[in-house]
């Protein structure tokens, strides 16, 4: 039961969070140029590089013995998902670092090789720092035991939010609004953080 639970929280975080999100507009880029499963395999295998090395990390994390620096870590990762849904809801500044990363994901975009490999370099870069790589981070850390779950919800969760984008990119556009996604995907996040919470103190 907690491979599924892991599987589908892993999913609807990573899923949420990359609504309208750079690496996604990224990707929608290169609608043009490839075919869409050529694009969304290197989507999956850019987010296996990225959230699967977060994950299978956080996850050595959370399996060592001491009980004490084990505690102290999910607290810290519980903080952290509240600290992601409340920061969520500060309107974001264009700093120069990410700047910088986002003209160089554009340099990497102009690159004459195969398109798979480009798409998963984009990922992997772009996701680097990014919410949903420390969050990736804190579920390995909750659910050591559960890493390949984890793993698979989050690559899920990248195909499906692309695929969305891909397809369905005009219609989200006209009836969906992106702040209300954001809302969502900051509230799963406080609500994730506060029982994890309430379910470690108490």
Do not use: W
């Not at 607290?75 to 849904?85: P, Q, R």
């Amino acid at each position: 039961m907690e491979l599924v639970y892991t599987f589908f929280v892993s999913f609807f975080l990573v899923f949420l969070s990359e609504l309208g999100d750079k690496t996604q507009l990224l990707v929608l880029s290169f609608s043009t140029k490839d075919r869409a499963k050529n694009i969304l395999l290197g989507v999956a295998i850019g987010t296996f590089f990225s959230h699967g090395i977060a994950i299978l990390f956080g996850s050595k994390l959370g399996s060592l013995g001491d009980e004490h620096f084990r505690f102290y870590l999910e607290i810290f990762t519980y903080i952290s998902f509240l600290l992601f849904g409340i920061l969520g809801f500060i309107p974001e500044k264009e700093t120069n670092s990410n700047n910088t990363k986002s003209s160089f994901l554009h340099k990497i975009t102009n690159i004459k090789l195969n398109y798979i490999f480009i798409i998963a370099i984009s990922i992997i870069i772009g996701e680097l720092g990014d919410k949903t790589f420390l969050a990736s981070l804190g579920l390995g850390v909750k659910y050591p035991a559960c890493k390949i779950s984890l793993i698979l919800g989050s690559i899920m969760g990248m195909v499906f939010s692309n695929s969305f984008a891909l397809f369905f990119g005009r219609f989200l556009g006209n009836k969906f609004n992106p702040d209300l996604v954001k809302i969502l995907s900051n509230i799963l996040f406080l609500l994730f953080g506060t029982i994890g919470l309430i379910n470690l103190v108490f």
